[in-house]
Nanobody, 126 residues
Framework: QAQLVETGGGLVQAGGSLRLSCAAS????????MAWFRQAPGKEREFIAG????????YYADSVKGRFTISRDSARNTVYLQMNSLKPEDTAAYYC???????????????????WGQGTSVTVSS
């Protein structure tokens, strides 16, 4: 059973940093594009960062560009999200996702992703 598990969330002060990890099991996602989404209470799930299957190409939402970095270690079947200069508005549940169909790049719609993790919570205090 393919599974994505996010870890690394927590409580941090504004201006701080966190590093999220997304570990895959049950199958390899080395040929899949991967992404991070987030969902704040009462809001829709939004795309924040994506990485191509090779890891060469990345794409970011304007809200996190310059502060967040997505990367992947295919040997470890793991995707990371380094989050710096965190703001209170970054508070949300963060989800990683895998796009195995690769219909379009970058895929920013949640519907493009077939596999999802359970999410990890990030709270940024002011």
């Amino acid at each position: 059973q393919a599974q994505l598990v996010e870890t690394g969330g927590g409580l941090v002060q504004a201006g701080g940093s966190l590093r999220l990890s997304c570990a895959a099991s049950g199958r390899t996602f080395s040929s899949s594009a991967m992404a991070w989404f987030r969902q704040a209470p009462g809001k829709e799930r939004e795309f924040i960062a994506g990485i191509s299957r090779s890891g060469v190409s990345t794409y970011y939402a304007d809200s996190v560009k310059g502060r967040f970095t997505i990367s992947r270690d295919s040997a470890r079947n793991t995707v990371y999200l380094q989050m710096n200069s965190l703001k209170p508005e970054d508070t949300a549940a963060y989800y990683c996702a895998a796009d195995t169909a690769l219909t379009v790049w970058p895929a920013t719609r949640a519907a493009a992703y077939e596999y999802w993790g359970q999410g990890t919570s990030v709270t940024v205090s002011s």
